[in-house]
């Protein structure tokens, strides 16, 4: 079962804004992961971020995690043409094996 | 470089006609897992291994197997291929389950005819 919801399922910017992305979780979790994928291609670690975290910073990228309301958000600044690709969330149970998939925005950013 | 290798890339096999998938790693992880991702939508875990211990989701099907043969290998076996089991197949591995990182490799896209 999809343990993840993201919105906006599509997000379409221009070059130089921010964009925003949502997941939206239901169980108890040990970490969050957010993960990138280019088109036919495999998914590539971007951050993680404990469920004892509130926030976390890598480069362009910002992570927040809410665990009373089980939501996560990324905030790509200054977004590039390169970032297009589609996004996924990835939560841990607390058993630490498993790892489920939200469904994923797919970002699109004009250059 | 310390990767996940999935051959082939590309596979096309006829319906019914069993076909193996392979996944090698050189980071000496201990779990592996196989993913299968259909268009648009969000890799869906199909089994993992920790070590030599099998671990296959309730909803798999039957029709998918897993061999780990050692630390650096897996395989997906799909024993009866329908229409419906055409996809991209992901190996991924990670150190200690999901409290890391998983790390992916490139994925070997299925084409069933």
């Known amino acids: 079962s999809q343990q993840g919801e993201e919105d906006p399922q599509a997000l379409s910017i221009q070059e130089g804004e921010n964009a925003t992305m949502n997941c939206s979780y239901k169980t108890s979790i040990n970490n969050l992961q957010w993960y990138r994928q280019n088109s036919g291609r495999g998914l590539v670690h971007l951050i993680l971020?404990?469920?004892?975290?509130r926030e976390k910073h890598s480069g362009r990228l910002r992570v927040t995690l809410d665990t009373s309301k089980k939501s996560s958000s990324l905030l790509i600044t200054a977004s590039r043409a390169a970032d297009t690709a589609s996004y996924f969330c990835?939560?841990?149970?607390?058993?630490?094996?498993?790892?489920?998939f939200g469904a994923g925005t797919r970002l699109f950013v004009k250059a | 470089d310390a990767m996940v290798i999935q051959n082939p890339r590309y596979q096309v096999t006829q319906f019914g006609k069993p076909v193996t998938l392979s996944c090698s790693q050189t980071l000496n992880h201990n779990v592996m897992y196989w993913y299968q991702q259909k268009s648009s939508q969000a890799p869906k875990l199909l089994f993992h291994?920790?070590?030599?211990?099998?671990?296959n989701e309730a909803d798999t099907p039957d029709n998918f197997q897993s061999r780990r043969p050692n630390t650096s290998f897996c395989f997906l076996d799909i024993r009866s291929p329908g229409l419906g089991d055409a996809a991209m197949y992901l190996c991924?591995?990670?150190?200690?389950?999901?409290?890391?990182?998983?790390?992916f490799g490139p994925g070997t896209r299925l084409t069933v005819l």
């Open positions: 991924a591995t990670s150190r200690v389950g999901g409290i890391n990182e998983q790390f």
């Open positions: 990835a939560t841990a149970d607390t058993g630490g094996f498993k790892t489920i």
């Open positions: 291994y920790y070590d030599k211990d099998f671990n």
């Open positions: 971020i404990r469920s004892n975290e």
